[in-house]
């Protein structure tokens, strides 16, 4: 499953980031890494960015860049 | 000696309070070098020779945004003394990612933890000893909010430039660590030795700066990749990946041993607003509410008070001080004009005349028996229409009373009125209390020194007009300036971008993009100016050059004119537009990211959403104050020499063989006239290459109400007003031509000096005004081909040549890709991959 399917209030974590290059290095930069419990907080009134709480903050990222992001539920 | 400390730190993690708080009013405002990054420094309080360096807020020393950019090339080619790394104490961990690169780059680096206040309330608890072990580096807790520490941390700062180094005590898994000490030895070995370790790992992730800047040979980069490969493999990851893991994973291993969070499940005070602020149903209206209430104070209410404060009064004939006086002298002014132009509907006098004498005057004008109803045509003095309006000559019937139509006084009353008040027009210094403007004063001064009328017209016309058109948009801009930064430093401002990134991202902008095009349907200026809330310098250069696009409350005059004077005041013009303004917005958006100077995937949209919290009044007003006070200081040279140098074409010229100052209605004799004449064939092919036109369209740089004025004067004097010399002088084809081109091109000197302050660089403040002309003239360009083509007047070169220039417009907008080249480059890294597989 990737983070872009998971549905809100759902908390899922990180398998594997796929892709490279500045928008993977970001994701991780962020904090996004292998093994992070991720919670999908809502998402934005036009359908697209998404909100994630992750390590204790407040996350947005785009529903095409969250695709990338491998999860599985807990 | 001086000593340079850099403030390092996460946005949002108080880092601009640290810093005010630390330096106080010895501040430095710039950029950094060719960037649109502001750069800050300052001198902290009470030490004379400690130098603040602030930093761009970071997450990380990435090569991959500009700000990371900035920030490390600072560090690692200026090499600071040491580093003060301000970390928010309420997100540790994301906060330390930073640490962890920064103690290796062999800098003395003291971490201040902020926000200790907030902790210690919330019941939380931080093992600053244990966390000072676990980083290799000293630790001390502040609050910047409150003060406390601040002073402490400064001191171990400096202190730790005088005699410390930090040693990185965090150590990768095995193979990475193999791989970094095979890298230190082949290549990095002759650099001091407290920096191979951050040379080390940035070779170990395939760094594509670093690995320029180090140059080294194909030989040992194949011999190194061997052994980064071979970790990649072991630990089935990309190398930078594996570095990335690794250090959170050891953050979340030291944050297990100091940090105790005394587990709460309420939701703070933060979450309930967000819950409501970006709600699913609720998110836009209240976008909506808030953009209104920024649109309505700065451009409206306090806006346009201050504005024509600035304008009229202090850089005008003067203002009734705190406003005494004004109601009473407009309403002594509005009967004036109401006994104005009742009287003139039945008798023609112009008390300017030499000739004209009241008394005859009023008893001429009581021999008038006229019918019982006449007309008169009032001039509006911002567009210069006539509107045609009807008097009575001695009874208004009740059903004309309340019409707009109608002048509310009579012509009896109007004669009665001046046989009381006489012809002067009333004068506002009598009443209430007045307060002469500047130029009446300069003007005063010149007269008692006996000036030189060329003289008196450059200090007042071109120094005195210069200075105030800088000035007078200082008061609207503090006003915006102020919104802003508390919308930036309460958090609202990043919800902006959640909410309305799906559309603006479309068309290659951000979503912060739409506030300076909204603040730009009000003045360009302090719209060009509002782009810096744009955080992606990409984005900030792309709505820089479009944002003048969207007509500003100057051009509205100009366009009621062309309506009027064309187009039979058809409402439909002004509606046009700004849908003209907003579509070339969008094809200027589209079109510019597939050119090389935008060249580049845009950037991931992977954004912090910081709690809401407060703003400390000191840091809106400062942030306010320093950038209106970037815009007088960048923006006001350029402003004042372009004012000058139209005055003085405009208001000087060859007559009968003599070179000399003209008088306002002479502007046909003048320097500019022969410009304008010189330059006129170019705008030929757009219907109207007269030097009327360019003339006007020349001073409509000066401020593009002024085109009203000029058309004014050279369309003037013949038989039927303005607006009919102007109807015969333009087809509706022509007219819409001349109006799109001086909607589209290069705006007012002010904003071209907005522009240049937040552009930050030549190349760029010409590419954007060349862009912005360019456009304009093929626009109009191709409504005039396409329209008098199809009116049956076209030209076949011509139509030909606007369709080239459609057809490429649509290959650039839907047929041409992206370009994929990436500006900061990673085409490095992946051949040298290449070259070693």
Same mark, same amino acid.
């Given at each position: 499953?990737?983070?872009?399917?998971?549905?809100? =209030?759902?908390? +899922?974590? &990180?398998? $594997?980031?796929?892709?490279? *290059?500045?928008?993977?290095?970001?994701?991780?930069?962020?904090?996004?890494?292998? =093994?992070?419990? +991720?919670? &999908?907080? $809502?998402?934005?009134?036009? *359908?697209?960015?998404?909100?994630?709480?992750?390590?204790?903050?407040?996350?947005?990222?785009?529903?095409?860049?969250?695709?990338?992001?491998?999860?599985?539920?807990? | 000696?001086?000593?340079?400390?850099?403030?390092?730190?996460?946005?949002?993690?108080?880092?601009?309070?640290?810093?005010?708080?630390?330096?106080?009013?010895?501040?430095?405002?710039?950029?950094?070098?060719?960037?649109?990054?502001?750069?800050?420094?300052?001198?902290?309080?009470?030490?004379?020779?400690?130098?603040?360096?602030?930093?761009?807020?970071?997450?990380?020393?990435?090569?991959?945004?500009?700000?990371?950019?900035?920030?490390?090339?600072?560090?690692?080619?200026?090499?600071?003394?040491?580093?003060?790394?301000?970390?928010?104490?309420?997100?540790?961990?994301?906060?330390?990612?930073?640490?962890?690169?920064?103690?290796?780059?062999?800098?003395?680096?003291?971490?201040?933890?902020?926000?200790?206040?907030?902790?210690?309330?919330?019941?939380?608890?931080?093992?600053?000893?244990?966390?000072?072990?676990?980083?290799?580096?000293?630790?001390?807790?502040?609050?910047?909010?409150?003060?406390?520490?601040?002073?402490?941390?400064?001191?171990?700062?400096?202190?730790?430039?005088?005699?410390?180094?930090?040693?990185?005590?965090?150590?990768?898994?095995?193979?990475?660590?193999?791989?970094?000490?095979?890298?230190?030895?082949?290549?990095?070995?002759?650099?001091?030795?407290?920096?191979?370790?951050?040379?080390?790992?940035?070779?170990?992730?395939?760094?594509?700066?670093?690995?320029?800047?180090?140059?080294?040979?194909?030989?040992?980069?194949?011999?190194?990749?061997?052994?980064?490969?071979?970790?990649?493999?072991?630990?089935?990851?990309?190398?930078?990946?594996?570095?990335?893991?690794?250090?959170?994973?050891?953050?979340?291993?030291?944050?297990?041993?100091?940090?105790?969070?005394?587990?709460?499940?309420?939701?703070?005070?933060?979450?309930?607003?967000?819950?409501?602020?970006?709600?699913?149903?609720?998110?836009?209206?209240?976008?909506?509410?808030?953009?209104?209430?920024?649109?309505?104070?700065?451009?409206?209410?306090?806006?346009?008070?201050?504005?024509?404060?600035?304008?009229?009064?202090?850089?005008?004939?003067?203002?009734?001080?705190?406003?005494?006086?004004?109601?009473?002298?407009?309403?002594?002014?509005?009967?004036?004009?109401?006994?104005?132009?009742?009287?003139?509907?039945?008798?023609?006098?112009?008390?300017?005349?030499?000739?004209?004498?009241?008394?005859?005057?009023?008893?001429?004008?009581?021999?008038?028996?006229?019918?019982?109803?006449?007309?008169?045509?009032?001039?509006?003095?911002?567009?210069?229409?006539?509107?045609?309006?009807?008097?009575?000559?001695?009874?208004?019937?009740?059903?004309?009373?309340?019409?707009?139509?109608?002048?509310?006084?009579?012509?009896?009353?109007?004669?009665?009125?001046?046989?009381?008040?006489?012809?002067?027009?009333?004068?506002?210094?009598?009443?209430?209390?007045?307060?002469?403007?500047?130029?009446?004063?300069?003007?005063?001064?010149?007269?008692?020194?006996?000036?030189?009328?060329?003289?008196?017209?450059?200090?007042?016309?071109?120094?005195?007009?210069?200075?105030?058109?800088?000035?007078?948009?200082?008061?609207?801009?503090?006003?915006?300036?102020?919104?802003?930064?508390?919308?930036?430093?309460?958090?609202?401002?990043?919800?902006?971008?959640?909410?309305?990134?799906?559309?603006?991202?479309?068309?290659?902008?951000?979503?912060?993009?739409?506030?300076?095009?909204?603040?730009?349907?009000?003045?360009?200026?302090?719209?060009?100016?509002?782009?810096?809330?744009?955080?992606?310098?990409?984005?900030?250069?792309?709505?820089?050059?479009?944002?003048?696009?969207?007509?500003?409350?100057?051009?509205?005059?100009?366009?009621?004119?062309?309506?009027?004077?064309?187009?039979?005041?058809?409402?439909?013009?002004?509606?046009?537009?700004?849908?003209?303004?907003?579509?070339?917005?969008?094809?200027?958006?589209?079109?510019?990211?597939?050119?090389?100077?935008?060249?580049?995937?845009?950037?991931?949209?992977?954004?912090?959403?910081?709690?809401?919290?407060?703003?400390?009044?000191?840091?809106?007003?400062?942030?306010?104050?320093?950038?209106?006070?970037?815009?007088?200081?960048?923006?006001?040279?350029?402003?004042?020499?372009?004012?000058?140098?139209?005055?003085?074409?405009?208001?000087?010229?060859?007559?009968?063989?003599?070179?000399?100052?003209?008088?306002?209605?002479?502007?046909?004799?003048?320097?500019?006239?022969?410009?304008?004449?010189?330059?006129?064939?170019?705008?030929?092919?757009?219907?109207?290459?007269?030097?009327?036109?360019?003339?006007?369209?020349?001073?409509?740089?000066?401020?593009?109400?002024?085109?009203?004025?000029?058309?004014?004067?050279?369309?003037?004097?013949?038989?039927?007003?303005?607006?009919?010399?102007?109807?015969?002088?333009?087809?509706?084809?022509?007219?819409?031509?001349?109006?799109?081109?001086?909607?589209?091109?290069?705006?007012?000197?002010?904003?071209?000096?907005?522009?240049?302050?937040?552009?930050?660089?030549?190349?760029?403040?010409?590419?954007?005004?060349?862009?912005?002309?360019?456009?304009?003239?093929?626009?109009?360009?191709?409504?005039?081909?396409?329209?008098?083509?199809?009116?049956?007047?076209?030209?076949?070169?011509?139509?030909?040549?606007?369709?080239?220039?459609?057809?490429?417009?649509?290959?650039?907008?839907?047929?041409?890709?992206?370009?994929?080249?990436?500006?900061?480059?990673?085409?490095?890294?992946?051949?040298?991959?290449?070259?070693?597989?």
């Amino acid at each position: 499953m990737v983070l872009k399917d998971v549905k809100i =209030g759902q908390t +899922v974590i &990180v398998k $594997k980031i796929t892709g490279q *290059g500045p928008v993977k290095r970001r994701i991780m930069d962020m904090g996004i890494t292998k =093994g992070t419990e +991720v919670y &999908v907080r $809502k998402v934005a009134p036009l *359908g697209d960015p998404i909100e994630l709480t992750i390590r204790g903050y407040e996350l947005s990222i785009r529903k095409a860049d969250a695709e990338m992001i491998e999860v599985e539920e807990i | 000696m001086t000593i340079k400390l850099a403030l390092a730190g996460n946005p949002n993690s108080g880092k601009t309070t640290l810093f005010n708080g630390l330096t106080g009013n010895n501040q430095f405002v710039g950029n950094w070098p060719g960037v649109t990054v502001e750069k800050k420094d300052g001198k902290l309080k009470g030490h004379k020779d400690v130098i603040i360096q602030d930093l761009p807020g970071i997450y990380s020393l990435s090569p991959y945004t500009l700000e990371e950019v900035v920030a490390r090339t600072y560090l690692i080619e200026d090499r600071p003394d040491a580093i003060l790394n301000i970390v928010d104490g309420t997100n540790l961990e994301r906060n330390l990612y930073l640490t962890t690169q920064l103690v290796e780059l062999g800098i003395p680096v003291v971490v201040a933890v902020n926000m200790m206040d907030i902790i210690r309330k919330n019941g939380d608890k931080i093992n600053t000893e244990e966390l000072s072990r676990a980083l290799g580096c000293k630790v001390v807790e502040i609050s910047a909010l409150k003060g406390t520490g601040i002073k402490e941390a400064a001191e171990e700062a400096i202190n730790a430039a005088k005699n410390m180094k930090t040693v990185p005590q965090h150590t990768f898994s095995g193979p990475v660590e193999h791989a970094i000490a095979h890298i230190e030895e082949a290549i990095v070995h002759e650099m001091p030795e407290e920096q191979q370790r951050w040379y080390a790992i940035k070779v170990f992730e395939r760094d594509s700066k670093v690995l320029k800047q180090l140059n080294i040979s194909q030989e040992k980069l194949n011999h190194v990749e061997k052994d980064i490969q071979a970790a990649e493999k072991e630990l089935d990851d990309d190398s930078e990946s594996i570095i990335t893991n690794e250090r959170y994973n050891y953050i979340a291993s030291i944050i297990k041993g100091c940090y105790k969070r005394k587990r709460t499940n309420n939701l703070s005070t933060s979450d309930k607003i967000d819950k409501v602020v970006t709600n699913r149903w609720l998110g836009l209206p209240i976008f909506v509410l808030v953009m209104y209430l920024v649109y309505w104070i700065a451009m409206v209410g306090v806006g346009t008070a201050s504005t024509d404060w600035a304008n009229d009064g202090l850089f005008g004939d003067g203002y009734h001080l705190f406003g005494m006086g004004s109601k009473a002298y407009e309403a002594a002014s509005e009967e004036y004009g109401n006994a104005t132009n009742a009287a003139m509907a039945y008798y023609d006098f112009d008390i300017e005349d030499e000739k004209f004498d009241a008394k005859t005057a009023i008893s001429d004008m009581k021999k008038v028996q006229g019918p019982l109803k006449s007309t008169v045509g009032v001039t509006d003095e911002e567009t210069l229409a006539v509107d045609k309006k009807n008097v009575y000559y001695d009874k208004i019937p009740d059903s004309a009373k309340k019409d707009e139509n109608t002048i509310q006084m009579t012509y009896m009353e109007a004669v009665k009125y001046f046989e009381k008040n006489g012809f002067e027009e009333p004068d506002p210094a009598n009443y209430g209390t007045w307060v002469p403007g500047v130029p009446p004063i300069v003007e005063a001064g010149l007269d008692k020194l006996h000036a030189a009328d060329w003289l008196k017209g450059l200090i007042l016309d071109g120094i005195v007009a210069g200075v105030g058109a800088v000035l007078g948009f200082v008061p609207q801009m503090l006003v915006l300036f102020l919104l802003l930064a508390f919308l930036e430093a309460c958090g609202y401002m990043a919800r902006i971008a959640f909410v309305l990134d799906r559309i603006f991202r479309k068309f290659g902008l951000s979503g912060k993009s739409f506030i300076p095009v909204l603040v730009g349907t009000g003045c360009g200026v302090p719209g060009v100016m509002a782009c810096r809330t744009i955080e992606n310098e990409r984005d900030r250069r792309m709505t820089i050059m479009t944002t003048t696009f969207i007509p500003c409350g100057a051009k509205v005059p100009f366009i009621a004119m062309v309506a009027g004077a064309i187009f039979g005041g058809s409402p439909h013009i002004a509606t046009s537009a700004y849908f003209l303004g907003m579509a070339a917005i969008i094809v200027s958006g589209v079109m510019l990211k597939k050119t090389k100077m935008f060249a580049g995937k845009p950037a991931p949209f992977v954004m912090e959403l910081p709690p809401y919290h407060w703003p400390t009044v000191g840091n809106v007003l400062r942030s306010m104050w320093e950038r209106g006070w970037s815009f007088i200081k960048k923006a006001g040279t350029i402003i004042l020499l372009s004012t000058i140098f139209v005055w003085f074409t405009s208001f000087f010229g060859v007559v009968d063989g003599s070179f000399r100052m003209l008088a306002e209605d002479e502007i046909n004799m003048s320097l500019l006239a022969k410009l304008g004449g010189l330059i006129a064939w170019i705008f030929a092919p757009l219907g109207w290459g007269n030097w009327q036109a360019t003339v006007a369209s020349i001073t409509g740089l000066v401020a593009k109400e002024n085109i009203v004025g000029t058309m004014g004067i050279l369309y003037g004097g013949g038989d039927g007003g303005v607006y009919h010399s102007i109807s015969q002088a333009f087809t509706h084809v022509t007219g819409y031509s001349f109006l799109a081109f001086n909607l589209l091109c290069a705006p007012c000197f002010a904003a071209i000096g907005a522009i240049k302050r937040e552009m930050n660089s030549a190349k760029w403040t010409w590419f954007a005004i060349g862009y912005q002309c360019g456009f304009a003239y093929v626009i109009a360009f191709m409504i005039t081909q396409f329209g008098n083509f199809f009116t049956g007047k076209g030209n076949i070169i011509g139509f030909a040549a606007a369709v080239i220039a459609l057809v490429y417009m649509i290959y650039m907008l839907f047929i041409k890709k992206y370009s994929d080249a990436n500006e900061l480059g990673d085409d490095f890294a992946i051949n040298a991959r290449a070259e070693a597989k």
